[in-house]
């Protein structure tokens, strides 16, 4: 009896923790095209780039110029982070079609593509609710097969995360210490230009190893004023 009541006792002292300020908090993490937009306020340039439903992604949000691009499913669910590249830049085996055949974009032409899932793609319908994945870096791998090229490419950022991508252009994961996903980033070589969705002001860009003056785009899922 008085085992039962200690047990008892132990298990409503950690939930009333977890439930009260004395655990750690929920992590909250952005679904909706409006939670992004809550934590990205350069979302609010971005505008749907057509009308009809792509089965498997939803509909595109983006913006004139390099930018990570969004699909948006049923109940405004983001389901998927992609960047268009146009055939110049060469063929990298993270890319959506296989090498030498790009695909043909309205209004842009011959390119290639990376999408990165973050909702089942084989629920992403006209209609219905998609299948949400966890933002974890193991569960988007698994979901994602061209992420097992991923490497962690920086030590942690504070307010950021670990940053983790590929030799070339691709769609950079950052990454918290627990393997969450934090967000995304897009690096854009200077000789692109500016555009106001980047996190540099214009005329200011960063210098990255290896890589020269680049400007950077972050689209967080966690607002980065909660990370550490």
């Known amino acids: 009896m008085k085992k039962s009541l200690m047990v008892t006792l132990v298990f409503l002292a950690t939930a009333t923790m977890l439930a009260g300020g004395g655990g750690m908090a929920e992590r909250k993490v952005a679904r909706t095209l409006g939670e992004w937009r809550a934590i ?10 057509h009308q009809h439903f792509v089965p498997g992604m939803g509909i595109h949000w983006g ?16 389901t998927c982070v992609e960047v ?9 085996p ?15 032409g011959p390119a290639y593509t990376q999408h990165i899932y973050i909702a089942d793609p084989a629920t992403i319908k006209p209609g219905q609710r998609p299948t949400l994945l966890p933002l974890t870096l193991e569960a988007l791998r698994k979901a994602n097969p061209a992420l097992k ?13 670990y940053h983790y991508g590929v030799k070339g252009p691709g769609i950079v994961l950052v ?9 995304f980033e897009l690096i854009v070589p200077v000789e692109q230009g500016w555009y106001p969705w980047f996190d540099q002001p ?9 890589l020269g003056k680049v400007y950077t785009q ?7 004023a909660t990370l550490p």
């Open 40 to 49: 990205n306020p350069a979302l609010t340039q971005y505008q749907p780039l």
């Open 94 to 108: 993270w890319f959506d079609q296989p090498e030498g055949k790009p695909m043909e974009l309205e209004g842009f």
């Open 218 to 224: 972050h689209l967080y899922v966690v607002n980065p």
């Open 175 to 183: 990454v918290s210490p627990e393997g969450q996903i934090n967000g």
């Open 84 to 92: 268009i590249y146009p055939p110049a830049i060469g063929w990298h």
């Open 202 to 210: 214009k005329g200011k860009p960063m210098e990255l190893p290896g």
């Open 149 to 161: 090229q991923y490497e962690k490419i920086s030590e942690y950022v504070p307010k950021m995360g």
């Open 63 to 78: 913006a004139p110029g390099p930018h990570l691009t969004l699909c948006v499913g049923p109940g405004n669910i983001v």
